[in-house]
Each structure stands twice: as structure tokens, then as C-alpha cells.
């Protein structure tokens, strides 16, 4: 069982810059691939950005490739989605997620066995 607490969310113009984090609890959280995911209401959650427990496969949505970059500290059992060149478009709620597969690193929100609680992005143009 692991707890996921998201932060970092806020307001910011298009262009802007944010960072997220994402802190785990529990001891074992480089047992787990580590996924951001976004969602609107009543549109289904976007797979964004996930990394591989040793931070070796980091696969991206097209949507943010070049934009957003996804890191993993497993000393301080935190994610980071680094989000540079914000548009509108990108206004969501983010949410982490853990995996207990570490064998694949899946882009499916399905698979994901862990969820936070959210941070709200909101992109201004």
C-alpha cells in the first residue's frame, strides 16, 4: 500500500513554468513506476508522462513531448513533472499514480494500482 500526495499545482500565464511533485509514502517506492496523468470532468484521465523505478524509460504523451519533464528522486520518494512552455490546453487536474508493475512501464491509467488526490494546473493565455 503506498499514498501518493500531489503539490505544485496553481495559476500561471501560457509560457509559464511549473513544477509538480508527487510524495509517496512507505519504504518501498522504488518498487513502483511512477505515472502523471491529467483530467478534465467528464472527460477521461489523459495519460501525460511515466518513468521506470531506476528513472531509464520515461515515456510522454506527443501532446507535452519537448514541454514536460518527468524525474524521480527514490531517496525522497517523490516524482517531479517539470511543465516549461504551458498553453492553455494544458489546464487540468494532475493527478500521480504507482504502479506495481516495474517490469513494464505502462501508459494505461487502468493498470495503475495507486492514485493522489489531485493539484489543479490552470494555464492562462
Known amino acids: 500500500q503506498v499514498q501518493l500526495v500531489e503539490s505544485g499545482g496553481g495559476s500561471v500565464q501560457a509560457g509559464g513554468s511549473l513544477r509538480l511533485s508527487c510524495k509517496a509514502s512507505?519504504?518501498?517506492?522504488?518498487?513502483?513506476?511512477m505515472g502523471w496523468f491529467r483530467q478534465v470532468p467528464g472527460k477521461e484521465r489523459e495519460f501525460v508522462a511515466a518513468i521506470s523505478w531506476s528513472g531509464g524509460n520515461t515515456p510522454y504523451a506527443d501532446s507535452v513531448k519537448g514541454r514536460f519533464t518527468i524525474s524521480r528522486d527514490n531517496a525522497k520518494n517523490t516524482v517531479y513533472l517539470e511543465m516549461n512552455s504551458l498553453k492553455p490546453e494544458d489546464t487540468d487536474v494532475y493527478y500521480c499514480?504507482?504502479?506495481?508493475?516495474?517490469?513494464?512501464?505502462?501508459?494505461?491509467?487502468?493498470?495503475?494500482?495507486?492514485w493522489g488526490q489531485g493539484t489543479q494546473v490552470i494555464v492562462s493565455s
Open positions: 512507505g519504504r518501498t517506492f522504488r518498487s513502483y513506476t
Open positions: 499514480a504507482a504502479d506495481n508493475n516495474i517490469v513494464v512501464v505502462t501508459t494505461t491509467a487502468s493498470r495503475y494500482d495507486y
